[in-house]
């Protein structure tokens, strides 16, 4: 009796995409399955946490995050999107915007209710939702260019509906939603009272469109908890800076939540990245939005060269191909094949779908990459599937 285990735990697996970095690593294979960069943080960033560290930041900050980087924070929503956020009572600082989004959950989610997600979604969402002792309820976007439908989404809200999830630009889809979609949602949320839960990671990547904050849309300012953070803005996904922006009744249960998660993210790290957030101007944003385009355009290409049928994605740093004219496996033997035989490793479409049918035919790239890495990852698979 001592070795059973949590019933929760049993309605979702592992990581698929940790799972798949290990692939990578047993085939000596380019992993472009999870999602962290190859290249150097900004000198900048390096330099103020080394001085962090030499100051003597070393202790716990403030369990909601320090003064300094909320400060820097609100400043960058308020000049950014026009959000007037209250650095003392409206911002949360996470161990990375994984542990936000399972805070906020956590917070604001009770058993038995349900909580709507795109399809397909970042693997995480659903998990959550099932750690809540709720309900995940998948509303899938219009292929083939994963379109939200407004009809679709408003037939999946019920009486039991506490908030949707709105992960753009979109992990692992590339999309990014446009004014009418967010107008949508807005609509949906305020004429049904809901919450809603934006996973805006990706804020600063975006190749085609604009980032449209959902709480800037009317209505839904006090009803949308933000959820994002620094590690892909500042390529420094091992520092795991999440941050959460919601209204004060809702942040003070999340920092409850956060606080018996893990007490607050690393100090020193804090500092640094107020320090960037502080000195990165517009130049920064857009450099980085044109070399993550760049690099898309090197794997998007090369992946149509190799014969996966695939679009480039408007956001994010991820492609999505269908691999059905190359092979009749399936989406998990086709990735191994790739890392073992090609020596590249992609994650299976099927982790980003309820039923793994959906995504049977797909597989997942990240082009967080050199493009040096990502040319030879591209020579690998077309002498490979050539």
Not at 145 to 174: K, W
Not at 297 to 322: K, W
Request: proline share 7%; aromatic share 8%.
């Amino acid at each position: 009796m001592s070795q059973r285990t949590a019933v929760r735990t049993h309605a979702f697996t592992e990581s698929v995409i940790r799972d798949m970095t290990r692939v990578a690593l047993r085939h000596g294979a380019i992993n472009l399955a999870q999602g962290f960069p190859d290249f150097p943080a900004p000198r900048l960033l390096k330099d103020a946490a080394c001085r962090a560290i030499r100051d003597d930041i070393n202790q716990y900050a403030i369990t909601w995050g320090t003064p300094g980087l909320r400060k820097a924070l609100a400043a960058k929503y308020a000049e950014r999107y026009g959000l007037d956020v209250d650095m003392d009572r409206e911002i949360t600082v996470t161990c990375g915007a994984t542990e936000a989004m399972a805070a906020t959950m956590l917070a604001v989610v009770d058993p038995g209710e349900e909580v709507i997600v795109l399809e397909p979604f970042y693997e995480n969402y659903g998990p959550d939702a099932v750690l809540c002792e709720a309900a995940p309820v998948f509303v899938p976007l219009s292929p083939p260019g994963f379109r939200l439908d407004p009809e679709r989404l408003r037939s999946a809200v019920t009486e039991r509906t506490r908030a949707i999830v709105v992960n753009t630009p979109n992990n692992p889809s590339g999309r990014v939603f446009d004014r009418s979609e967010m107008s949508a949602v807005a609509e949906i949320c305020t004429r049904h009272d809901i919450l809603a839960i934006t996973d805006e990671i990706y804020e600063h990547i975006v190749h085609e469109g604009e980032h449209i904050p959902l709480a800037a849309q009317p209505g839904m300012r006090e009803r949308t908890v933000i959820v994002s953070g620094l590690s892909k803005t500042f390529s420094v996904t091992g520092w795991r800076i999440g941050t959460i922006v919601a209204p004060p009744l809702l942040t003070s249960a999340i920092r409850k939540v956060h606080d018996f998660l893990t007490v607050g993210a690393p100090a020193p790290l804090q500092a640094a990245c107020a320090a960037g957030i502080e000195s990165f101007g517009p130049d920064y944003y857009d450099g980085l939005a044109r070399d993550y385009t760049r690099r898309r355009d090197i794997l998007h290409r090369g992946l149509r060269d190799c014969g996966f049928r695939c679009r480039p994605p408007e956001g994010a740093y991820y492609v999505m191909a269908d691999f059905s004219p190359l092979s009749a496996l399936d989406d998990r033997a086709f990735s191994i094949f790739l890392a073992r035989e090609c020596g590249v490793a992609p994650v299976p479409g099927s982790s980003f779908y309820r039923r793994p049918e959906d995504g049977g035919k797909l597989v997942r790239f990240a082009f967080c990459k050199r493009t040096a890495t990502l040319e030879r990852a591209v020579d690998r698979l077309r002498r490979c599937l050539g």
